[in-house]
């Protein structure tokens, strides 16, 4: 059984900071690309940024120079480190993983969400 467990959200006010964190437990053989999502009310949910097994970034062109995504693979987690928080940023983030539990079979897994919210 494999597990994403997200912890960071929260209420913060236009232009402050948070760091979202999402760890993977279970027995896992490995752990490909990992990433943040995010769902606002009535939207799609879409990419905020992923991040390669070797360290490789993508971001969406409305939170690059503003959102970092790392990883520890030690610890089977990932970051994400928010600044300059916009109002439009608000939404539900969800941790993605492509995790492979024996060789050679990989499956998308999710976190529950975490609430953020950008607001004065």
């Known amino acids: 059984q494999v597990q994403l467990v997200e912890s960071g959200g929260g209420l913060v006010q236009p232009g402050g900071s948070l760091r979202l964190s999402c760890a993977a437990s279970?027995?896992?053989?490995?752990?490909?690309?990992m990433g943040w999502y995010r769902q606002a009310p009535g939207k799609q949910r879409e990419l905020v940024a992923g991040i390669s097994s070797g360290g490789r970034t993508n971001y969406a062109d409305s939170v690059k120079g503003r959102f970092t995504i790392s990883r520890d693979n030690a610890k089977n987690t990932v970051y994400l480190q928010m600044n300059s928080l916009k109002p439009e940023d608000t939404a539900v983030y969800y941790c993605?993983?492509?995790?492979?539990?024996?060789?050679?079979?990989?499956?998308?897994?999710w976190g529950q969400g975490t609430q953020v919210t950008v607001s004065s």
């Open positions: 993605n993983a492509w995790i492979s539990l024996q060789i050679g079979v990989s499956k998308a897994y």
């Open positions: 279970g027995t896992i053989f490995s752990i490909n690309g």
